[in-house]
Structure formats: structure tokens, C-alpha cells
Nanobody, 111 residues
Framework: VQLQASGGGSVQVGESLRLSCTVSGIRINTMASISWYRQAPGKERELVARSNIFRGASYADSVKGRFTITRDSPMNTVYLQMNNLRLEDSAVYYC?????WGQGTLVTVSS
């Protein structure tokens, strides 16, 4: 299983980005849980959003109402739509399935 994250970039406060995680080696509709994490410089990696086929989507309190995780089964891709970005959202974002991490994509939010 391989995960390829993309879509990061530099934006200003209040703008939006959509991250993509393309999965190869397994169909995402067979995976119970797919997640996005992030890690800012000097901080621990934290869970941002999770898509669970039994429990639905869940989010960190800091991103609720602004971020949305979705699965596109035909494309075998998981998206993270990020709206109304804040300075504190700057981090490297990683997609994750159990025991497998993608390479990360950098999001930089500036004022």
C-alpha cells in the first residue's frame, strides 16, 4: 500500500486548499479508516480528520466547521478540503491508513 499526498501550498489567512491522498495497492472502499494528520515545526503530529466507514467523519476541535474529509472511491483518493485557513494550520499534512504513512505535503498560511 502506498499513499501519495498532494495539494499543499502557500496561501493567505482565510483562503482555501484541497489536499489529495491517492492510494495505490488497495481499494479505499475496503478500508475502515483513513485519516489526515499534521505536524507543525516543534510540535507533535496530531490527528486532523478521520473517515471511518462505520462511524463517519470526525475532526479535531480546531478544524471543525472548516475542514471536510471525503472519499472518492472511483478515484481511490481521499480529500481534505480546508476552508478559512488560519496561521496555526501551517504544517506538513500526512495521510494515513493503519501502519502506512504518506510522504506529507506542506501547507503554509501567512497573513
Amino acid at each position: 500500500v502506498q499513499l501519495q499526498a498532494s495539494g499543499g501550498g502557500s496561501v493567505q489567512v482565510g483562503e482555501s486548499l484541497r489536499l489529495s491522498c491517492t492510494v495505490s495497492g488497495i481499494r479505499i472502499n475496503t478500508m475502515a479508516s483513513i485519516s489526515w494528520y499534521r505536524q507543525a515545526p516543534g510540535k507533535e503530529r496530531e490527528l486532523v480528520a478521520r473517515s471511518n466507514i462505520f462511524r463517519g467523519a470526525s475532526y479535531a476541535d480546531s478544524v471543525k466547521g472548516r475542514f471536510t474529509i471525503t472519499r472518492d472511491s472511483p478515484m481511490n483518493t481521499v480529500y481534505l478540503q480546508m476552508n478559512n485557513l488560519r496561521l496555526e494550520d501551517s504544517a506538513v499534512y500526512y495521510c494515513n491508513v493503519p501502519d502506512v504513512w504518506g510522504q506529507g505535503t506542506l501547507v503554509t498560511v501567512s497573513s
